[in-house]
């Protein structure tokens, strides 16, 4: 019995000997964190124009609506903006005026593109129809302020046709 029981503690002993001699597994790498897209600070393509604000917001308007791929979803002439949606990005495109200062000494307004939640944009879309934008408001605002005169015009002449038909009435 007693050279079993000396197998059985050579076997004892091989075992955790065996068991001591073990390499731990090494500790797995840890998983890189996926890093979180920065919101852009500024928007790509906005741009300033040398015209009144309501002449760029109408011809913006204008060219928005004869854009093939441009869908017009909304307006908002008190919050100088419209909704566009164009390459199924949609976001705002908003005209607004700046100050006049040292640097700006004539009318002149900021066109640029936010998120819908009013946050800097940075996409493809947003930045193409800005640069079409910029490349067609010109020749836009001049056909707007041609627009614009013509109604004054047309207005103030059926004024004047009016009284005079007010003046014969009381004759």
Not at 52 to 77: H, L, M
Request: net charge positive.
């Amino acid at each position: 019995m007693r050279v079993q029981g000396n197998r059985w503690a050579i076997v004892a002993a091989m075992l955790l000997m065996a068991g001591c001699a073990t390499k731990p597994k090494p500790a797995p790498e840890p998983l890189p964190t996926p890093e979180m897209p920065v919101a852009p600070t500024t928007t790509r393509g906005e741009f300033t124009i040398e015209a009144d604000k309501n002449e760029t917001w109408n011809a913006v308007g204008q060219i928005v609506v004869n854009t093939p791929g441009a869908e017009f979803e909304g307006r908002s002439q008190m919050l100088d903006m419209y909704t566009v949606r164009y390459r199924g990005v949609e976001f705002l495109v908003l005209t607004k005026a700046m100050l006049l200062s040292e640097t700006i000494r004539k009318t002149t307004t900021r066109v640029t593109a936010t998120t819908p939640d009013g946050k800097p944009i940075d996409t493809n879309a947003s930045a193409d129809l800005l640069a079409l934008l910029q490349e067609k408001l010109p020749a836009a605002i001049i056909d707007v302020q041609a627009r614009f005169a013509a109604e004054a015009k047309a207005k103030a002449k059926s004024k004047s046709k009016s009284k005079a038909k007010k003046k014969k009435k009381k004759a």
